[in-house]
């Protein structure tokens, strides 16, 4: 009987710890829509235990930002994204600069690096890092898909926000260096300083879409 009731506390623990959102709502926090979670969201977000606590969060969230005039907005620079950032198969809109530029508003880089993995490095033109003129989306897409950037390559772009660009409580302009790797095809923030420096920027962007927004009226 003792052997039952143990077996029986140790499924229930068991039902406790794998509770939660399934595979089909896990990753809505990274997605364009996603992306404006707020700090405090996100952990509402992770105390949820079910699908329906899911889709109701989520009906809530884009209710609170105005609803359609909101998610319209979104997969519009979701598709721009999509169209010049996508790396091989991974969607602009899923990349590092693509949620940067989604939530940050659209610039170009002003440098790029051509790195081998091992450290060596081929500059492109330099560009005058206050000046947001330089490669296009499209030159950028077709520099990080090109056929030459084999497994021994990957190019390091330099994007900067000035800070007229940015949300005014941040009171600075933005230098970020991000690297694309076509082999793995994705790309990642080069610098730990520089990634901290986006999540607050992107703390501040989703507190300022909540407050701005007229929620929509709910059904």
């Known amino acids: 009987m003792k052997h039952i009731a143990a077996a ?18 896990k990753d809505w926090p990274k ?6 979670m707020t700090n405090d969201e996100r952990k509402q977000w992770n105390a949820l235990q079910s699908d329906p606590e899911a889709e109701q969060f989520i009906k809530d969230f884009v209710a609170k930002r ?27 809109s899923e990349t590092a600069r693509g949620k940067m530029m989604i939530l940050l508003g659209p610039t170009v880089a ?11 490095a081929r500059m492109a033109p330099p560009t005058s890092m ?7 989306m499209e030159d950028m897409q077709a520099a990080s898909n090109d ?7 990957m190019t390091e772009y ?9 949300p005014a409580a941040y009171g600075k302009p933005l230098v970020v260096k991000i ?14 300083g520089a990634e901290k420096e986006l999540d607050k920027l992107y703390e501040m962007v989703a507190q300022a879409k909540l407050a701005a927004a007229t929620p929509a009226p709910q059904p």
Do not use: H, M, W
Request: net charge positive; glycine share 12%; charged share 20%.
């Open 8 to 25: 029986i506390t140790v499924a229930l623990c068991a039902t406790s710890i794998f509770a939660g959102v399934s595979g089909f709502y």
């Open 130 to 136: 206050g000046d947001l003129s330089g490669p296009t």
């Open 179 to 192: 690297e694309v790797d076509t082999n793995k095809e994705r790309d990642r923030i080069a610098s730990y």
């Open 110 to 120: 002003t440098a790029a690096t051509k790195k081998k993995k091992s450290g060596g």
């Open 66 to 92: 105005g609803g359609e005039a909101f998610t319209r907005e979104v997969a519009q620079n979701a598709e721009k994204a999509d169209k010049y950032l996508s790396i091989g198969k991974t969607p602009g």
């Open 147 to 153: 056929p030459g950037n084999t497994t021994t390559f």
């Open 31 to 36: 997605t364009p829509i996603g992306y404006y």
């Open 158 to 166: 330099t994007y900067a926000y000035p800070a007229s660009a940015l």
